[in-house]
């Protein structure tokens, strides 16, 4: 399972483009249309265009059944605004995600110059630290969360003990399928809230 414990300060970014052509390589092979090179202001590849002349869209498409990349090549178009950000990531997406860092995983584990090493643990980037935590049974929690983040392993390991006891001893659950138990994630929505309010207090009094 993942969860971010700091969002983004501006999840979403306003850019109005005088003419044709746009500063951004974009491609509509997902189902939405996003951002694959270029950078413009906060925009950045993996971003999303979720409005068209603040006109929400849906997929591919504007509310007006306009596709959305017809309307950016059209130079008749512009100026033209488009709305960027992060959407919500579906079941697919998560299972591809999870599939791949189990993959980068069990790499590092191989490639790793400490004899038996665990795998990843933490893994730092210049924006965000990606922990992990592997139980004996070989299921991966991770998160990620920004630098400022502290107490990621009592989380991870309280977020192991909500899923053995809401998940594993339900009797529904199949096994290493995705998780739709709604006691888990209403118990974890509560950890969640818990650690974002005693990061808050404790920022409040380092400032």
């Given at each position: 399972t993942a969860s971010s414990i700091h969002p983004p300060n501006k999840p979403?970014?306003?850019?109005?483009?005088?003419?044709?052509?746009?500063?951004?390589?974009?491609?509509?092979?997902?189902?939405?249309?996003?951002?694959?090179?270029?950078?413009?202001?906060?925009v950045k590849p993996g971003m999303s265009v979720i409005a068209v002349n603040r006109q929400p869209v849906t997929g591919l498409y504007t509310g007006n059944d306009q596709a959305i990349l017809e309307i950016i090549n059209d130079p008749a178009s512009y100026p033209l605004s488009l709305t960027f950000g992060r959407t919500k990531a579906s079941a697919n997406e998560k299972l591809m995600l999870a599939s791949i860092f189990h993959s980068l995983f069990a790499i590092?584990?191989?490639?790793?110059p400490v004899e038996q090493s665990s795998g990843i643990k933490e893994l730092r980037t210049e924006k965000f630290t990606l922990n992990c935590f592997q139980t004996i049974t070989?299921?991966?929690?991770?998160m990620i969360v920004d630098h400022k983040q502290t107490g990621c392993d009592h989380l991870l390991h309280r977020i192991y003990e909500l899923y053995t006891d809401?998940?594993?001893?339900?009797?529904?659950?199949?096994?290493?399928?995705?998780?739709r138990c709604e006691l888990f994630d209403q118990n974890l929505r509560k950890v969640i809230e818990q650690v974002e309010r005693t990061t808050a207090y404790n920022s409040e009094r380092l400032s």
């Open positions: 979403e970014e306003e850019i109005t483009f005088p003419s044709h052509p746009i500063p951004l390589v974009l491609t509509a092979d997902t189902g939405k249309v996003l951002v694959k090179f270029g950078a413009s202001g906060n590092a584990a191989k490639i790793s070989g299921v991966k929690f991770f809401y998940v594993l001893k339900n009797p529904f659950y199949p096994i290493d399928m995705p998780i």
